[in-house]
């Protein structure tokens, strides 16, 4: 399959970097037309710095950007490829965006955290697809079993569940070990020491219901140890953590009261 890449971030990088292992990127175009070089030169791709230079006889266009910028691209590069397949990779983001402007629309979402510094294991990355068309769709099922063993076809209103629960489970997470760093440091203690007990966390939420799982002082209803935490945070003069601490509490306390 010919592919062309919009975009030269993290998901583009991953998605050009495991899809040229069977099938020939010809083009990456970016904003950033350095970018869309760097990343071309790694799967022998051209980088392009305008729409009309999309090649007519691409199979498949897959638009990698951030979800605001995806209806201002579709404007721009359906006038040049108005026949060929056209995917964005937004979890958040309708199919029916790329279908007001373009017949031959898709989704080819990766439930998945990227950094240019690691790699991933598509084969456990679940993969979701979507399309217009039938025989598009068959086309996006078949890209994505090569991809990952856990693929799926989900409509928009699914994967935007999928999405939001996603923000709860990775991106606020990491913003908690963010938090739990800072607050170590300040008594220049090691966070590697909190190592296990994250990873403990991680692996029993997804061996059983993470709510039966739930340990601390807010499940418990233990106030001295509340009370005692939020001074500390007083102290330190972080009424940011104090707020955060007092909501995620309470939380807590009320989901295991019911």
């Not at 080819?108 to 068309?133: G, N």
């Not at 991106?171 to 007990?197: K, M």
């Not at 939420?205 to 709510?211: C, I, L, V, Y």
Request: glycine residues 2%; negative net charge.
């Amino acid at each position: 399959m010919r592919i062309g890449i919009i975009g030269a971030g993290r998901v583009a990088h991953h998605l050009a970097q495991t899809l040229s292992a069977r099938h020939q990127i010809v083009q990456i175009y970016s904003r950033s037309l350095d970018k869309a070089a760097q990343l071309a030169q790694q799967v022998q791709a051209s980088a392009i710095h305008s729409p009309e230079q999309f090649d007519a006889t691409l199979d498949l266009v897959i638009i990698a950007v951030s979800d605001q910028s995806i209806a201002a691209v579709i404007e721009q590069v359906h006038p040049h490829l108005p026949e060929v397949l056209m995917v964005h990779t937004s979890g958040s983001t309708a199919m029916q965006l790329l279908q007001q402007a373009h017949a031959r629309a898709g989704v080819f979402y990766p439930l998945q955290t990227f950094s240019l510094e690691r790699e991933i294991d598509w084969s456990q990355t679940p993969v979701f697809i979507e399309a217009a068309d039938e025989d598009d769709q068959a086309v996006l099922l078949q890209l994505a079993n090569e991809l990952s063993q856990r693929v799926y076809a989900y409509s928009s209103e699914q994967r935007l569940s999928l999405h939001l629960a996603a923000v709860f489970a990775c991106n606020f997470s990491n913003y908690c070990y963010d938090i739990a760093r800072q607050i170590v440091d300040v008594q220049q203690v090691d966070f590697s020491l909190l190592y296990p007990l994250m990873l403990e966390t991680a692996q029993k939420a997804t061996q059983a219901d993470p709510k039966t799982m739930q340990t601390g002082p807010a499940m418990r209803g233990d106030q001295n140890i509340l009370q005692m935490h939020q001074q500390l945070l007083a102290d330190a003069q972080r009424p940011d953590l104090q707020a955060v601490y007092q909501l995620f509490s309470q939380q807590i306390l009320e989901r295991h009261q019911s």
